[in-house]
């Protein structure tokens, strides 16, 4: 990761929403996952329909979205790495999902408007607009949680084990862990973002 940052100290403050970490991380990572898509969309012959930076656009707001209330627990940068391949490559499973469900025949585009829509298409790399529009997303995602699962949010993030949290908030661990996954999968979901499987 950071020079100057160990592993764990990296994710201690992409949990507590820290933008420059936040921009290092994707600056630094969002080529190989891009790198990852992109092999991925050629095999699938989707390469044509679509812009991997769009894919990770929507990889690592999830990302940022789950790791920000504690949901992911890393001992090395090859399990990140790991973790956000997985998530690329089940979300070019359900875009792909998504253009078969509206009976578009994707091998039968025609090449030359294609290239040419592809040529006319910049610079597709993590763009400090783009770092910027993806720190929005994150913060719409925590905005649009309820008060009270924000605060489960909160804890989580900051490292805190929920049993830990119950004896803050009130509540068994397992309700509360259970509401806030609900609570992040609604907004997930209105954003078209996936779901969690847990937090």
Do not use: C
């Amino acid at each position: 990761m950071s020079d100057n940052l160990s592993f764990a100290d990296l994710l201690l403050r992409l949990r507590v929403g820290d933008q420059r970490s936040a921009t290092d991380f994707v600056r630094r990572l969002d080529p190989s996952v891009q790198n990852s898509i992109r092999h991925l969309l050629v095999e699938m012959r989707l390469h044509r329909l679509i812009d991997p930076s769009d894919i990770s656009q929507i990889v690592f707001a999830n990302f940022f979205a789950r790791v920000t209330v504690g949901q992911f627990e890393f001992t090395s940068e090859e399990q990140l790495v790991g973790l956000l391949t997985t998530m690329a490559r089940n979300q070019v499973y359900d875009e792909a999902r998504k253009l078969q469900a509206q009976r578009r025949d994707f091998r039968r585009q025609d090449d030359d408007a294609m290239d040419a829509a592809l040529d006319s298409v910049q610079d597709r790399q993590m763009t400090p607009s783009k770092i910027v529009a993806l720190d929005e997303l994150v913060t719409q995602i925590r905005s649009r949680l309820p008060d009270e699962t924000r605060v489960l949010a909160q804890l989580r993030g900051a490292g805190f084990d929920w049993p830990e949290i119950a004896e803050q908030v009130g509540g068994s661990p397992e309700a509360l862990r259970k509401k806030l996954t609900r609570a992040l999968n609604r907004v997930l979901k209105e954003l078209d973002l996936g779901e969690v499987e847990t937090v």
